[in-house]
């Protein structure tokens, strides 16, 4: 089986709209939490979230193609831009036929939706006039097309949608791909942008979302008694997996290798998760199996952790029962505490956050914590607060998915 590594790297994010500016912030504990300003939520039950800072992407895109895309498409073509400039991949000398695009978004093109077919269904005309982009604007699928035709990827190209799991779905389908021999390089990642009235109603009115209009900054507090539910993040997170040997023989730097891949369900509720975390167990377990690891290798956890009273639960209990005593000695966090829950993509965010604890040395933290939960084992290392130093070989990412989806990666430092 082929082995499969990262050599590329884009990220657009509340605390970072750069690959290293949101390195920057999680190693720094940033919050990227604020009173929203995209429209005026007075009236909202939730007034907050975390929403990206400076970002115009008529400053990195064509004008025309920003009227044609929907947010969570622009936010693609950025981090893809930015990923494969940082690969050094030049699309002249690979076989184009053999590079392909795998990108997940959980809701698509939410606020196309929203605009076009409110502005639509409002029409006093007899035969309401739709926007003529309006399909390719809002379908999930078009990310990946827009982001194979800007390359001339004519490789596989779809999209993954398992809500929160979705990114993470398309990691690993791309890493079992490249296995496979299938290809040798993958854009793959996700984007998504659910700031809108329409998401923050919607999850509010499920009341999944935290209320503490106060001081949003601290709102996303995972593993805290106080929490209350998380905090919507927007943006994308994107990784160049590439087969080893051709990455080799083009002289890229390489910064991590996928060892490990796990994907389960939960098969229990809609929205709530497994109460002792069973789907969570098993993924974790089969991911280190794939990558024939033992617990004793872990050396890192990133959670999906979102900062719901039910979810920090299950899955410390999950941690727990996969690793044994094994889980002390491990570091783990939750780095949507700064960045919110960016939903389908979160997971390519969180290996972004594992990529640079294993190239830095130092776990980006979970902030906010400020009281014991005492149904969270107050054994175990959540790094809370401040970034701790450690050396990293492995680290593991978890992301799970309303529809109980569950999802884990494993990464390991390279070492030819």
């Known amino acids: 089986m082929k082995r499969v590594v990262i050599t590329g790297i884009g990220a657009l994010t509340p605390i970072g709209n750069t690959a290293e500016a949101f390195k920057a912030g999680l190693l720094a504990g940033k919050s990227g939490a604020n009173i929203i300003t995209r429209f005026d939520a007075t009236h909202f039950r939730t007034k907050f979230a975390c929403e990206l800072k400076d970002f115009v992407a008529a400053d990195i895109l064509d004008r025309r193609e920003v009227r044609r895309m929907d947010p969570f498409t622009q936010y693609a073509m950025v981090v893809a831009a930015e990923a494969m400039g940082d690969s050094g991949i030049d699309v002249e000398r690979i076989d184009l036929d053999r590079a392909g695009v795998i990108w997940g978004s959980g809701i698509g093109g939410f606020e196309t939706i929203e605009n076009d077919i409110t502005e639509a269904a409002l029409s006093t005309s007899e035969t309401p006039r739709y926007n003529p982009f309006l399909i390719p604007k809002l379908i999930a699928d078009i990310a990946p097309g827009q982001i194979s035709i800007k390359y001339g990827f004519r490789g596989l190209n779809y999209a993954t949608v398992s809500a929160c799991a979705s990114s993470t779905h398309a990691l690993i389908n791309a890493c079992d791909y490249i296995r496979l021999g299938r290809a040798d390089v993958i854009i793959a990642g996700g984007s998504e942008a659910a700031v809108t009235k329409a998401g923050m109603g919607g999850f509010s009115s499920m009341k999944a979302l935290s209320t503490r209009n106060d001081t949003p900054e601290t709102a996303s507090?995972?593993?805290?008694?106080?929490?209350?539910?998380?905090?919507?993040?927007?943006?994308g997170g994107c990784l160049i997996l590439e087969e080893l040997e051709h990455a080799k023989a083009r002289g890229a730097k390489i910064y991590a290798e996928v060892v490990g891949v796990g994907m389960t369900a939960d098969a229990h509720h809609i929205t709530a998760p497994h109460p002792e975390g069973l789907g969570a167990r098993n993924v974790m377990k089969q991911a280190l199996q794939d990558a024939g690891l033992n617990v004793e290798d872990v050396d890192y956890?990133?959670?999906?952790?979102?900062?719901?009273?039910?979810?920090?639960i299950a899955e410390t209990k999950a941690i727990r029962s996969v690793f044994g005593d094994?889980?002390?000695d491990l570091n783990v966090s939750s780095t949507k505490s700064m960045t919110g829950h960016l939903l389908g993509a979160a997971g390519a965010i969180e290996a972004l956050a594992c990529v640079y604890a294993i190239q830095e040395g130092v776990i980006p933290p979970t902030i906010n914590h400020h009281t014991q939960d005492p149904d969270i084992d107050p054994k175990l290392n959540l790094t809370l607060n401040a970034a701790q130093e450690r050396d990293v070989n492995v680290a593991l990412s978890?992301?799970?998915g309303f529809g109980g989806h569950n999802a884990t990666v494993v990464l390991s430092k390279y070492k030819g």
Do not use: C, I, M, Q
């Open 221 to 235: 507090r995972p593993f805290d008694k106080e929490r209350d539910g998380f905090v919507l993040g927007e943006g």
């Open 301 to 312: 956890v990133n959670v999906h952790g979102t900062s719901t009273p039910l979810g920090d």
């Open 326 to 328: 094994k889980a002390y």
């Open 398 to 400: 978890n992301t799970f």
